[in-house]
């Protein structure tokens, strides 16, 4: 083709080599042109679907789903909800370009955020601000520290005890909603390390579910929210339209109030409580007394902890230590009930530990490696789907633009899931996390269930003390059966659509006890 050409510039009249010149040098710039497109120019932006007018790429999200977008565009793809632009970043080492190499840490607030903390100062939605690395130290050096946990461990075990006692009570042969089993579960304990055993309501119902439900009620106040201010700001006023603005102002007001009187009570108690041993001075153990002991001892930076600022670290807790808490147990034994030889091999492993013992000492736990690696494999499969972060400035990744004010959102789930990673990664294999290079701390390129760099998970210790101790027990007292005749593989395993890190479809299982040691049963 080129010999052809050079033959028709030399033998043509001079009007048609000047035109096949004109062409020759537009099929390169051409080329050139779609060569450069093809490789990212540094600093363009990534890739993006085509979008809507007001709704941005909303609609392809709900169509389509996150995975499949990010499967079409590549590592880094920028989409718009509403008008927010969003980037998606779904390798693991662009993630941690993000959030280490460039210590992008901000995640940004919504509006139910600032609403419940009144503006916003608190641990999770906060930019890191001084009240975030107040409260931030105050959670990993006491609140959620090592030690602090440890001496919850009362509270997990009475909490656990009393619904081993009602299953058992239950009688046999009868299904269960374990979703709304371990989400009271997981409140209780949340609220109780966190608030206490004092008496707020004065009424007969049982302090601590009151407690359960307003953990509960905080969760779904964020998360079960849509606001066209966080979407598409210049629709700021249909909030108010809706209502949603009078009702979230209203429920954050509530919760305020019962908040304030728990203080008030925890107050009242403590100057009377230093020297006292009565009968529940292990709730005085709790996240509260702890925060006001330490304002009354005056340690640095805790002597100015307002009521504000408590109730947000309070509200915090609950927000992210409920939720995530009692999925990860339901999602364990769904996986369980769906596997059965797994199932066998996790109790085999509980029962042989506790052996002849009434009850699962924390000592126990530490020795059931297979039940770790089980929970290892439910996190990676189950566990968060994105993590958020606020670009304040704009950064290059992957050789495209992060633009400043956009969103960025780690792919989490695409990550845990990538082939490329993990062999048969759909597939729940405990086995692969017996290999020791994987943990929680936010270390591996493939792994990282509680997040990445400053902003990593402070409750991991936490988490896994509720959650390991409570799926012992469970698989340790009884042995497990789907309902109604389904069989394992029909099992539904589907995320919700809003929160796939949610069963779509709440867990219905069969307790069958086994028998134990006289003191529990
Ligand atoms: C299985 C249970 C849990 C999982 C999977 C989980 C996961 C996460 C993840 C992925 C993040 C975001 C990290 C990042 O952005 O890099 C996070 C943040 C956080 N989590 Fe957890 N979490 C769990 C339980 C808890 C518990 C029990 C608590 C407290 C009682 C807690 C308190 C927090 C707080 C306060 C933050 C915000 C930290 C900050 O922004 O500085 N989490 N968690």
Known sequence: MAAGLIHTLTESPPILVSTSLLLLCSLVALLFTYARARRPARGSLPPSPWRLPLIGNLHQLIDKGLQALSQKYGPVLLMHLGSVPVCVISSGELARDVTNTHDVSDRGSTKASRILFSGGNDLLFAPENNFWRLSRKLCVSALLSPTNVQAMFFVRDEEVAKLVKLIRANGSGKAIDMSETLLKLGSSIVSRAVLGQTKVSGSAEDDNEVRGKLAIQTAHLVADLFSFEDFIPALWWVDHLTGLNRRLKKTAQELHAVLDQVFDEHERNQSADDDDDGPDKNDRKCFVNIMLELRRKGVIGLESLTRSDMRAIVLDMFLAGVASTAASMEWTMAEL??????????????????????????????????????????????????????????????????????????????????PAAWDRPSEFIPERFLDARYNYKGQ???????????????????????????VANLLCWFDWELPDGIGAEELDMRGSTSDPSYKIIPLRLVPVPVPKPASRS
């Open 337 to 418: 009930a769906k596997n059965p030889s797994i199932m066998k091999k996790v109790q085999e492993e509980v029962r042989s530990v506790v052996g002849g013992k009434s009850e699962i000492q924390e000592s126990d736990i530490s020795q059931m490696k297979y039940l770790k690696c089980v929970i290892k494999e439910e996190l990676r499969i189950h566990g968060p789907i994105i993590m958020g972060r606020k670009i304040t400035s704009s950064i290059t990744i992957g050789g495209f633009k992060l633009p400043a004010g956009a969103s960025a959102w780690i792919n989490v789930q695409n990550i845990h899931r990538d």
């Open 444 to 470: 591996d390129q493939v792994y990282f269930p509680f997040g990445l760099g400053r902003r990593i998970c402070p409750g991991v210790e936490f988490a896994m003390a509720e959650v390991e101790h409570a």
